[in-house]
């Protein structure tokens, strides 16, 4: 009987720490796009960057949910890696190829991510390649749609 109480408590322990659980996601920088475009992840999860000659990995300005910390790789940085804590969609880029559609996104946690409205505000302020930031949003947004996410 205590031991059961016992390993019920460890198991609400291990359950509870999200990093017990964390994954890690790899995504590839092929030619001058990301693979996958778009990474689906929980909150302490690792998106950790490949194939990055001749590349670099950056969130974009308010491309990511409220509180999430921003990242900027080297060039070339091989093995970089990503930790995302926040949930909600992150839209990021390679800065040499953004402009050719070098744009990729993570949605992290279930249901709809809660800073899409955000997204289409910030869109706005994007500087450069900002049809590409547009075109990865619109295509995370069909796959959201498909996977009955959002309406
Ligand atoms: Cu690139």
Not at 11 to 18: I, K, P, R
Not at 94 to 106: D, K, L, N, R
Not at 130 to 139: H, P, S
């Amino acid at each position: 009987m205590i031991s059961k109480i016992f390993c019920s408590a460890v198991m609400v322990g291990l359950l509870s720490s999200a990093s017990a659980f964390a994954e890690e996601h790899v995504v590839k920088a092929v030619i001058t796009n990301w693979e996958p475009m778009i990474t689906y992840a929980k909150p302490g999860d690792t998106i950790k960057f490949v194939q990055m000659a001749g590349h670099d990995t950056a969130s974009i300005d308010g491309m990511s949910p409220e509180g999430a910390a921003k990242w900027q790789s080297k060039m070339g940085d091989e093995g970089f890696t990503v930790t995302v804590q926040k949930e909600g969609a992150y839209i990021y880029k390679c800065t040499p190829h953004m402009t050719t559609g070098m744009v990729a996104a993570i949605v992290v946690g279930d249901g709809a991510p809660s800073n899409l409205a955000a997204l289409d505000t910030a869109l706005e302020t994007v500087p450069l390649g900002k049809n590409m930031v547009a075109r990865t949003i619109k295509k995370m947004k069909a796959d959201l749609k498909a996977k009955g996410r959002i309406q």
